[in-house]
């Protein structure tokens, strides 16, 4: 079980952090994630973190979004500053192993 939190109201500039804490060991999974979809748009990957750490984000948050993780608390966050309108969806934790598990996605709006 994947539970977000960290979502709401921002305004250009501005920045939130968002938590994803998994029910059990993140090393039960190969890697986590965060991906978006915003109204009429297709789900698009935010930023990906492997077991090894190594991590990978789309070029449209690269320099304004951070993923890390706390091993202790099974949890994955997702740093976002300088957030811009464009930016608004709703946020996706996704956890890999074998196949793809999702959380219940947090609303993240930014306003201009």
């Known amino acids: 079980q994947l539970v977000e939190s960290g979502g709401g109201l921002v305004q250009t500039g501005g920045s939130l952090r968002l938590s994803c804490a998994a029910s059990?060991?993140?090393?039960?999974?190969?890697?986590m994630g965060w991906y978006r979809q915003a109204r009429g748009k297709e789900r698009e990957l935010v930023a990906v973190?492997?077991?090894?750490?190594?991590?990978n984000y789309a070029d449209f948050v690269k320099g304004r979004f951070t993923i890390s993780r706390d091993i202790a608390k099974n949890t994955v966050y997702l740093q976002m500053n300088s957030l811009k309108p464009e930016d608004t969806a709703v946020y996706y934790c996704m956890a890999s192993a074998g196949r793809n598990y999702w959380g219940q996605g947090t609303q993240v709006t930014v306003s201009s």
């Open positions: 973190i492997s077991n090894d750490e190594y991590t």
């Open positions: 059990e060991s993140i090393f039960s999974f190969n890697a």
